[in-house]
């Protein structure tokens, strides 16, 4: 199959069986999966224009709201901490789409750039698993609480009810608070937003919403559980792609010369396999440990940077 945009030439099959394979593991840790499929489509496919940006975030808009939904459903949507994200993240979307355009239009520069925002993700994760935790936290007791309602439930539906949600949520303009599992957890207003302004800017110009970086930050810099902060961050990046989208097709006439708007039909082919992906990530994320979450994400991260700065360097050789 031929993709006029992207000029390249794949099977059709292949895009949504990447992409539900990828966003099965990453919407697991509220990862999107977005930044994985960069790097597939540029060092796989041969798709290296601007757009691939763009269409990374088409996937991202058709994929995302089966994982919300299921987090939703459960209980564990943290709506205020969403809403902050929006509004913090959606200045830096603008303003990355237009660095991405009018100074990384090189794919090497790009690769580089890219490997350097998975470098320090990979290396906050990292860190944090190394570190030595005897507290019985409430991720570690809420995986306790599922595998005892798993063996003990007598349907799917009084399972899902009996596990704990997000309560005594608490939002002003200095503090965010909530309790889960009988644990309470209270971070900066300010800092969320902050933090969100600039993963704008950097996910603006990687394509990948900014959910990939967020995420990590949210578990590891501010002490959230990876149960609640998932939701939170796939809706942010859902909302945050549909703006980066409208903002790269308003691009696109601007830039006659470049592929600036997305790939629709090959971003609707990676959404429709992430959409399954993310929806079955998402319902099965309570019955796997967190930190085999943020291990499988930090081993895959560490990979995919390490082959953009090979690339890099086999380009300056050649």
């Known amino acids: ?30 990862v999107s999966g977005a930044f994985l499929l960069l790097p597939f489509q540029m060092s796989f496919l041969g798709y290296t224009n601007p757009s691939v940006s763009a269409t990374n975030q088409v996937f991202n808009i058709v994929a995302i709201p089966s994982g919300v939904y299921r987090y939703w459903k459960e209980g564990r949507m943290v709506w205020p901490l969403t809403l902050l994200v929006v509004i913090g993240t959606l200045p830096g979307v603008f303003l990355g789409a237009v660095i991405r355009v009018a100074y990384l239009p090189d794919a090497r520069h790009f690769k580089v750039f890219a490997a350097c925002v998975l470098l320090y993700i990979g290396l906050k ?25 798993h063996g003990k439930a007598s349907s799917h ?41 600039i993963v704008g800017i950097v996910g603006g110009v990687y394509g990948i919403g900014g959910g990939s970086i967020i995420a990590p930050f949210f578990v590891s810099v501010f002490g959230l559980p990876v149960y609640t902060v998932a939701g939170a961050a796939l809706m942010g990046t859902f909302v945050t792609s549909v703006a980066g989208v409208a903002f790269y097709q308003v691009l696109a006439p601007y830039y006659p010369g470049m592929s600036v708007a997305p790939d629709w039909s090959l971003g609707l082919l990676f959404g429709l396999g992430g959409m399954a992906g993310m929806y079955l990530g998402a319902r099965c994320q309570k019955f796997i440990p967190a930190k085999a979450i943020k291990w499988l994400l930090a081993g895959i991260i560490f990979f995919t940077a390490s082959k953009y700065i090979f690339d890099f360097i086999h380009s300056l050789q050649g």
Request: hydrophobic share 45%; no cysteine.
């Open 1 to 30: 199959m031929y993709f006029h945009t992207a000029n390249i030439e794949v099977a059709f099959w292949i895009p949504p069986l990447v992409a539900l394979v990828i966003s099965f593991f990453t919407s697991m840790g509220g």
């Open 125 to 149: 994760m990292m860190r944090e698993l190394v570190k030595k935790n005897t507290k019985n936290n409430s991720e570690e007791r809420f995986q306790e609480l599922v595998r005892h309602y």
């Open 157 to 197: 539906q009084a399972y899902v009810i009996s596990l704990p949600a997000v309560t005594e949520v608490h939002v002003s303009l200095k503090r965010l608070s909530y309790t889960f599992y009988g644990e309470r957890f209270d971070v900066s207003f300010m800092g969320i937003f902050a933090l969100s302004f």
